[in-house]
């Protein structure tokens, strides 16, 4: 069974730092790219960053770019997002999702808060 | 970047009916669509994609359509635990992936 743990939210001010992590298993880790995607209260869904099976690519979000850094441990079965520079509206529930093309499994999600 | 947009906003069906959600992009995807649940409390989850093949385990009665820049939902005979939000989501053009802004679909 695929599962996908997400972990690390938590309430941090305006202006700090998160680490979120992601524990995967029950498949081939290192062959599927990883993305994240967050969700604002009441808000749809919006996504964040995707990194591909060897970390060779990378991408972000416009809305992210600069102040987040998506990174994986292939050994360790685990994604991650850094989050630094944390604005009020970066408030979200974050889900780790592995991705073949479309988003085929998701975490249970991660509520970050930043307050002002 | 592609724009998704869906509609309506919110759709009223009574159990038993049938519902039809649409789902526009605003340049041609091929199929590369995917249509996701989302229940109160839980992670989205995926039901559809390439436009058309339902994801393992979704039931016979949900059904996608379309190609190019038009899409549909259909989900025929509503049962109680299909009223949720629908996403749908282009993985033709990336980055970035984008999400149309969902349909929720109530009890009538």
């Known amino acids: 069974e695929v599962l996908l743990v997400d972990s690390g939210g938590g309430l941090v001010r305006a202006g700090g730092s998160l680490r979120l992590s992601c524990a995967a298993s029950?498949?081939?880790?290192?062959?599927?790219?990883m993305n994240w995607v967050r969700q604002a209260p009441g808000k749809g869904l919006e996504w964040v960053s995707s990194i591909s099976t060897a970390s060779s690519y990378i991408s972000y979000a416009d809305s992210v770019k600069g102040r987040f850094t998506i990174s994986r441990d292939n050994a360790n079965n685990s994604l991650y997002l850094q989050m630094d520079s944390l604005r009020v509206e970066d408030t979200a529930v974050y889900y780790c999702?592995?991705?073949?093309?479309?988003?085929?499994?998701w975490g249970q999600g991660t509520l970050v808060t930043v307050s002002s | 970047e592609i724009v998704m947009t869906q509609s309506p906003a919110t759709l009223s069906v009574s159990p038993g009916e049938r519902a039809t959600l649409s789902c526009r992009a605003s340049q041609t995807i091929s199929s590369n669509l995917a249509w996701y649940q989302q229940k109160p409390g839980q992670a989205p989850r995926l039901l559809i994609f390439g436009a058309s093949t339902r994801a393992t385990g979704i039931p016979a009665r949900f059904t996608g359509s379309g190609s190019g820049t038009e899409f549909t939902l259909t989900i025929s005979s509503l049962q109680s635990e299909d009223f949720a939000v629908y996403y749908c989501q282009q993985y033709d053009n990336w980055p970035p992936y984008t999400f149309g802004q969902g349909t929720k679909l109530e009890i009538k």
């Open positions: 999702v592995r991705e073949w093309d479309y988003f085929d499994h």
């Open positions: 029950g498949f081939i880790f290192n062959s599927y790219s």
